[in-house]
């Protein structure tokens, strides 16, 4: 079965400071997907990013990075040098084939950043 | 602006009431989806349609009836609904499963 968990269910930071955004995953599939969606005030989930499962590479953008690390299930966001536009509900969601695509999403980490 | 626009934005309806939230894009994309967003539970997907047809329907309640004429719009149909069906109802659409969402801003219902 699927599931993402996602144990932060808020963090505060302050301004400038770096943060981190869990995410573990389970599934018994070789081939899955990994994403991350930001949800701001206004409501709307916004894409970050998606990761194949064969795809393990780092990535950078901007302030932003993932760290997908398969040897542990694990989809981290970290956000470098935060702002108080950052924040927002932070999910992190996964997509398997069980006769067709199903995408399960965690239940959100709230990021608080204060100026 | 996301391009998947959900009407209305805010809707208040009686527990006899009958009303419908609409969702609409001009993507492109084959799939579309109804999830519901309540405080403090994590997103429920609800509706699943692919290429008009339904092929996810999560156990949900048959007061909520879903309809999808055509690639670029789905509904929602409302009758009889509790108080506990007050959320935050959020519709997405994406190119396949696998391919990142795009949703829209939500419809805030509350059911008194």
């Known amino acids: 079965a699927q599931k993402v968990t996602q144990a932060q269910t808020e963090i505060s930071v302050v301004e400038k400071e770096d943060v981190t955004l869990d995410c573990v995953y389970e599934?018994?599939?070789?081939?899955?997907?990994l994403f991350w969606y930001k949800q701001p005030p206004s409501g709307e989930l916004v894409f970050l990013i998606r990761r194949n499962s064969f795809d393990e590479q780092n990535e950078i953008s901007g302030r932003y990075s993932w760290n997908f690390q398969k040897s542990t299930s694990s989809f981290n966001f970290t956000i470098t040098a935060s702002q108080v536009v950052d924040s927002a509900v932070y999910f992190c969601a996964l997509s398997e084939y069980v006769g067709g695509f199903k995408t399960i999403f965690g239940a959100g980490t709230r990021l608080f950043v204060k100026a | 602006e996301t391009g998947v626009t959900q009407t209305p934005r805010h809707l208040v309806m009686g527990m006899t009431n009958k009303k419908s939230l609409k969702c609409e894009q001009h993507l492109g994309h084959n799939a579309m989806y109804w999830y519901k967003q309540s405080a403090k539970k994590p997103l429920e997907l609800m509706f699943v349609y692919s290429l008009e047809e339904r092929v996810e329907n999560n156990s949900v309640p048959s007061r909520f009836s879903p309809e999808c004429p055509n690639s670029s719009h789905l509904f929602l149909h409302l009758h009889t609904l509790q108080p506990e069906d007050s959320a935050l109802y959020l519709c997405a659409s994406n190119r396949d499963g696998n391919t990142e969402a795009f949703f829209g801003q939500g419809t805030r219902l509350t059911v008194v």
């Open positions: 599934t018994r599939d070789t081939t899955y997907y």
